[in-house]
């Protein structure tokens, strides 16, 4: 198990937004989160980051409990998120981004009398990235003159620098339109197979082509956890989405 | 020795009180609309100047002034906010300061113009000068008065707030605009509606403290860096906060003054400091 | 233009960012015209000088507000620090040697802004530009409190710059002192563009652009803006220790909230974020105060207010960013 969560628990005040919620994560998985708005998913992912800190329960990474570390160190560590709403550097090209991103990886962000230009392999290696997800010809250019669909892959590609064990997904095809979200599914189909990862989805097109598993979440809990097929035909499932009297 | 402690109170107490009337409208703008309005001094400065004028020129008594520099800074307001204010308010929290700190340059450079750079005076009527003496200690009249008003307005704000619609809908923009929007409040009048009712409070306090601090061309500027203190000490948006801002700065700053006059200023500096350390987001602020 | 009608991009990564940092003929134009005053101008080389500083100063502040995003109304507080440092050292000890006194002007200016960015890095929006507006605050009013120290609102006396290297003398017309500001400036610059264009000067950008997604990528930004701070606030301080060498005098409005906001003005009049918008924007206040104070003092906040509300309104990247595009419209 490559990510654990044991009995996540967390409230404001009287709102339970994360009631005793346990997951397990293998190496190389490919897990879907779906629930209804409000569910609390984003709000789940925000728990494994280290954005928000659970009232009780234990999250551990490859074995090592990561409960009380800050959010860049587990990123450091493996564990890995891109955000729902394009969370990016609009000013700074892909290609500097994700080269930032290196950087940072590497230790070598903080080498302010080195030229940036010097750090041939972390350009490189960023080039290479934003490559393979088809934004060579946009690397260069400022980010928020990117189409949404690509700025959505820059927010994949960022992650990827990171070289994570987990990568949690936010809703990777929010807001696309549908002729540029082929692409999307590409990369999302040609993740390395040694990364674990979990993304929230609504677009079912996406979670039944991708996820081997498919995990419900409702008002903050689990409703259950099974493969994909069987969660179509789940009766409790079609309630939760369709309410009840809907057949 | 007791009778000294007192009236350090009383004095901060009053001083804290124009302070409040002054910066609530602030918090409560900074708060709602995001948007960093250090004009906010000006309208103060308008204020006063409006009473000024209307008490000498056209003899005018001192209480008819005030609701009209309530409504001179209100007006003036409405005016700048869908001039200027509108287009700043996504440009990003430079350019906002920036821009209402010019704004307060020109105010200041326009009452050098047309009232001079020194002080001016007002002679309020008879029965607000002097004192009264209860106990022994003998305490200012018009900062009884300054006093009493400041709790009327805090008391119309806390029933507005808490218990007309309008006041619900206001709280409901501040706490989530966007769900506010998608509710179908119409967020802009709220917005606007507000900020006049803030920079006309701020009017009103200008003209109230005329005869505690004096009224010259600087006092947007000199009174700017006492309301920024107050709402972030107390909290971006909330009332309670300014009112527990305002009183600590006043009587912090009387009593500062009075026992260490060397240190100046310097202690609230560093109680300003300290608080947004602790609480960045100020002693009853949100988030 | 060329580079629009080739689809692909036929250069490399590692040369663009190359080409991108490299200097351009303008840089090496303007630097050369820093040197016009000493033949046109000679009878203003001292008013050059002052330009020279206040540039260094405003240097500086583009550092951590046009890099970092660090909204500050507090940054007098280094420049005060290091004129300050260099006035108590000749007034009260005697020593003058003006190499040396930048250095200790850059050293404690520095450890005061490595202290206070641990202040700094804890707040954000509002909270911190009240924060570095409250620690401007006390450090005059303690300069203030401090008189025997700093001589009070009389300012320091029997100050005295020893000759630079022990041979050149500073000269009434100003030739040494803008000789010795402008060489300063330039190295201080050289040491900023070279941060800004490394990979710790990207990271400054991040921050600025998207501080919520730093440690989402594993950034320790919190070091970075303690880093940028502290060298920033040594800067400021070679700034203020500069002025106290070229003048021989200090008061404590070098420490003066005048003097945080002035500076502020000259970055969003110049264009935050380019290093040169800091010394344009020294350049074209400083004139401009200048030449509008002499003609009505009284009405020199009607012009600057106008001035501001105009360039936020209708050129918020400042002059060298209305340039810029004016530039790329062409392209």
């Not at chain 3, 003609?295 to 050129?315: D, K, R, T």
Request: charged share 15%; aromatic share 10%; glycine share 10%.
């Amino acid at each position: 198990m490559v990510l654990r969560t044991e009995s996540i628990c967390k409230s404001f005040g009287s709102l339970e937004v994360a009631r005793d919620i346990s997951i397990e994560l293998p190496q190389g998985a490919r897990y879907a989160l779906i629930g209804p708005n409000g569910a609390g998913k984003t709000t789940f992912i925000n728990l494994i980051t280290g954005q928000l800190r659970p009232n009780s329960g234990r999250i551990l990474l490859d074995g090592q409990d990561i409960t009380a570390t800050g959010t860049a160190e587990r990123v450091r560590r493996g564990l890995t998120r891109t955000f729902q709403i394009n969370t990016l550097f609009p000013d700074l090209t892909p290609l500097e981004s994700v080269t930032l991103v290196v950087c940072e990886r590497e230790k070598k962000a903080g080498q302010f009398w080195r030229s940036l230009a010097s750090h041939r392999e972390a350009i490189e290696e960023s080039h290479a990235i934003l490559s393979q997800l088809g934004l060579a010809e946009v690397a260069m250019k400022p980010t928020r003159q990117l189409a949404y669909g690509q700025q959505r892959l820059v927010e994949i590609a960022l992650a990827l620098a990171t070289r994570p064990k987990v990568l949690l997904l936010d809703e990777p095809a929010a807001g696309v339109p549908k002729d540029e979200s082929a692409m999307l599914f590409e990369v999302v189909a040609s993740l390395p197979r040694d990364i674990a990862v979990l993304f929230i989805e609504h677009d079912m097109e996406i979670v039944f082509s991708f996820a081997s598993q498919v995990i419900v979440l409702v008002a903050g809990g689990v409703l259950l956890q099974a493969t994909p097929d069987e969660v179509k035909e789940d009766p409790r499932v079609r309630e939760v989405y369709l309410g009840r009297g809907h057949g | 020795m007791i009778g000294n402690i007192v009236i350090v109170l009383f004095d901060g107490l009053a001083f804290g009180m124009l302070l409040f009337v002054l910066s609530v409208g602030l918090t409560v703008t900074l708060g709602l609309m995001n948007f960093i309005n250090l004009a906010h001094g000006a309208f103060g400065m308008l204020g006063g100047y409006v009473t000024v004028l209307l008490m000498r020129q056209y003899g005018w008594p001192f209480l008819l002034t005030l609701p009209m520099a309530f409504l001179a800074a209100a007006l003036v307001s409405v005016v700048l906010e869908r001039v200027f204010f509108r287009r700043l308010y996504r440009a990003g929290e430079l350019n906002q300061v920036l821009f209402t700190i010019g704004l307060v340059f020109v105010a200041a450079a326009g009452a050098t113009y047309f009232f001079g750079t020194g002080q001016q005076p007002i002679v309020l009527p008879s029965w607000l000068r002097g004192s009264v003496e209860v106990a022994g200690i003998r305490f200012g009249s018009y900062r009884i008065f300054l006093i009493v008003v400041s709790l009327i307005i805090t008391a119309l704000l806390f029933f507005t707030l808490e218990r007309t619609r309008f006041g619900a809908k206001i709280r409901a923009a501040v706490d989530n605009q966007r769900v506010a929007q998608a509710l179908g409040l119409n967020v802009e009048r709220i917005f606007a509606i507000t900020f006049a009712l803030g920079s006309g409070l701020a009017g009103l306090g200008g003209a109230l403290a005329i005869e505690i601090v004096g009224l010259d061309p600087s006092f947007g500027l000199h009174f700017l860096v006492y309301v920024l203190i107050v709402v972030s000490v107390g909290g971006l948006g909330s009332i309670p906060g300014s009112f527990l801002g305002a009183a600590l700065l006043g009587i912090g700053d009387v009593a500062g003054k009075y026992l260490v006059p060397e240190l100046g200023s310097f202690l609230i500096y560093l109680l300003l400091v300290a608080i947004l350390l602790i609480r960045p987001t100020g002693l009853l602020g949100k988030r | 233009m060329l580079q629009s009608q080739v689809s692909t991009p036929a250069m490399q990564p590692v040369a663009w960012i190359r080409r991108r940092n490299r200097w351009t003929i303008f840089e090496v134009l303007f630097w050369l015209a820093t040197l016009l005053p000493f033949c046109f101008f000679p009878a203003y080389l001292n008013l050059a000088s002052q330009i020279a500083i206040t540039a260094l100063f405003a240097l500086s502040v583009d550092l951590v507000l046009g890099y970092a995003g660090i909204v500050t109304l507090g940054h007098a507080m280094f420049f005060g620090l290091g004129a300050f440092t260099v006035g108590i050292l000749s007034s009260r000890y005697g020593w003058g040697e003006p190499i040396s006194g930048l250095f200790l002007a850059a050293l404690v200016a520095g450890l005061a802004g490595f202290a206070s960015s641990f202040l700094i890095v804890r707040v954000q929006h509002l909270a911190l530009i009240m924060v570095t507006l409250g620690l401007g605050l006390l450090t005059f009013e303690l300069g203030n409190a401090l008189s025997w120290l700093t001589g009070g609102t009389d300012g320091l006396t029997g100050i005295s710059t020893w000759n630079i290297f022990g041979y050149f003398r500073f000269d009434l017309w100003g030739y040494t002192a803008y000789s010795y500001s402008l060489i300063v400036l330039f190295l201080c610059f050289l040491l900023c563009r070279v941060i800004v264009n490394s990979s710790f000067g990207l990271a400054l950008r991040g921050i600025r652009e998207n501080v919520k997604r730093m440690p989402a990528i594993g950034s320790d930004y919190r070091w970075h803006l303690r880093v940028v701070y502290t060298i920033s606030a040594a800067i400021a301080g070679v700034a203020g220790a500069l002025l106290t060498q070229t003048t021989n005098t200090v008061t404590l409005e070098v420490l003066s909230f005048q003097r945080s906001a002035d500076v502020v003005v000259m970055l969003i009049l110049g264009g935050t974020g380019r290093l040169y918008g800091a010394i344009v924007g020294a350049v074209i206040f400083l004139i401009a105060r200048d030449q509008l104070a002499g003609i009505n003092p009284q009405y020199w906040f009607l012009w600057i207010g106008l001035l501001l509300m105009f360039v936020v309104m209708f050129m918020p990247k400042g002059i060298l960013g209305g340039l810029a595009r004016l530039v790329r419209r062409e392209e």
